[in-house]
């Protein structure tokens, strides 16, 4: 099941951006005391009582000197669009204005559960200011501190109440994959390819798709699959349009919903620096993954070509030696009838399981090989291995001391876990642990 999704919107100054970080736990948007200011991350995943949800912070939208009217309703669109929950934040400091009207007004509409959040109430004295936030007819007023973290947890418990009960949601047997890259990569024209058929808009315009659609297919050998062909992410400096702005943030919520990624390279283009970027998103969010060099139809090659382009991907995606690549063109439908294959394959090894048995046979078996490193006259003990979670699959090694652990060592038992069992296409996770 997809996290649910909380929208946090309001005026602008209001504090937004300091109250996501508080609820995300980490400093991700950037914070000054500046109408307008844009951020650097859209969204991020945040948890509270065992729920996990997504948190959008619509602060860094910013319209230039467009009417303040147009950057709240850009706001709303995108509670509309997006979110399960959404959380308006007014200024208990300033008071009710009449533009947290005009938000409210607007909220009626998207039939949304609404959670009013009255920010900068930083000492008690201000709670008995907050009262005359009812006349915005949301329901009652959390009074809370971004700055300090006050209140924050009667908020979270009034969100989370309005999540989706889980046990009504029914789970979806088929594999979601996402189609990311660059714009003008033509990951529309390999939607159409494979689904024979013209399901996306495709042009030479870079960004022409501004939304991720989702398309559901059954293969002739009965495998279902649900395909997600994403808006291409520029770089953040050219994301200057409301709209990249959204597509932006709609083809991060495509990654964070997937199975499976195919991260689409122009083989005319070669490999550019934002593609790294752009994979690294998915990476980092633990995604089985798949490279796809588009367009080789249009290489002039010789038998030394696809080698030679599969050593340069491998050298600047080094961090991403784990994802099989394959060579296609859209156009001309060629290897495209691969990808289903390679899809449900890496998705498979995404679930695997391994046996703790066997995964400390591997382990004990390469220790004996290649022995624990030593510092200061102290060596490092390996005592067991265990897998606690798949989707990226995870392994805890319990030692004697984590200092102990080397970056290098770690990498070799990584290593020889992947050469033991096939983890083809997914990143693996090995967290040190003392055992105490």
């Given amino acids: 099941m997809a996290a649910p999704m909380v929208a946090v919107v309001g005026r602008p100054n209001v504090g937004k951006s300091t109250l996501f970080n508080r609820m995300v736990g980490e400093r991700l948007a950037i914070v000054e005391d500046i109408p307008g200011v844009t951020r650097d991350r859209l969204y991020a995943p945040a948890e509270w009582l065992n729920y996990d949800f997504r948190l ?14 147009t950057e709240i309703k850009a706001q709303v669109e995108l509670a509309l669009d997006e979110a399960d929950v959404i959380v308006m934040v007014v200024s208990g400091r300033e008071g009710l204005t009449e533009d947290d009207q005009v938000v409210a007004k607007m909220l009626y509409k998207t039939n949304k559960p609404v959670v009013l959040a009255v920010n900068k109430v930083d000492n008690p004295e201000m709670r008995a200011d907050i009262y005359d936030f009812y006349a915005l007819g949301l329901g009652e007023p959390y009074p809370v501190s971004g700055s300090h973290g006050i209140g924050l947890g009667d908020l979270l418990d009034a969100i989370v109440a309005h999540f989706p009960d889980e ?58 699959f649900v395909m997600v062909d994403t808006a291409g992410i520029r770089r953040r400096g050219k994301v200057y349009q409301k709209t990249e702005k959204y597509a932006v943030m709609r083809a991060m919520k495509a990654i964070e919903d997937s199975d499976v ?176």
């Fill in 261 to 436: 990624i195919l991260m689409v390279l122009d083989a005319q283009a070669g490999i550019r620096d934002q593609d790294k970027h752009v994979a690294g998103y998915a990476h980092e969010a633990g995604k089985a993954m798949v490279i796809v060099v588009n367009k080789w139809d249009l290489i002039e090659k010789d038998t030394h070509t696809m080698t030679e382009f599969e050593e340069s991907i491998r050298q600047q995606f080094k961090f991403l030696d784990y994802a099989p690549i394959v060579f296609v063109s859209a156009e001309t439908g060629k290897r495209l009838d691969r990808l289903p294959d390679l899809i449900k394959k890496v998705d498979e090894n995404h679930r695997k399981r391994i046996p703790s048995s066997t995964l400390n046979d591997v382990l004990m078996d390469a220790i004996a090989v290649n022995p624990t490193p030593t510092d200061n006259g102290r060596r490092l003990r390996v005592y067991y291995a265990t897998q606690v979670a798949i989707q990226p699959p995870t392994f805890v090694v319990f030692v004697n001391d984590v200092e102990l652990m080397h970056f290098s060592y770690q990498r070799f038992l990584e290593n020889q876990i992947r050469s033991a069992f096939d983890f083809e296409g997914t990143p693996i996770k090995i967290i040190v642990r003392q055992r105490k």
């Fill in 56 to 69: 959008i912070d619509t602060g860094g939208i910013e319209l230039g000197n467009e009417p303040f009217l």
């Fill in 167 to 224: 046990a009504a949601e029914q789970e979806d047997d088929a594999i979601r994959f996402s189609i990311i890259g660059e714009p003008n990569v033509g990951k529309s024209s390999i939607v159409n390819a494979m689904l024979g058929e013209d399901r996306m808009i495709v042009s030479n315009i870079e960004g022409t798709t501004r939304d991720a659609v989702d398309t559901r297919f059954v293969t002739p050998e009965g495998d279902e």
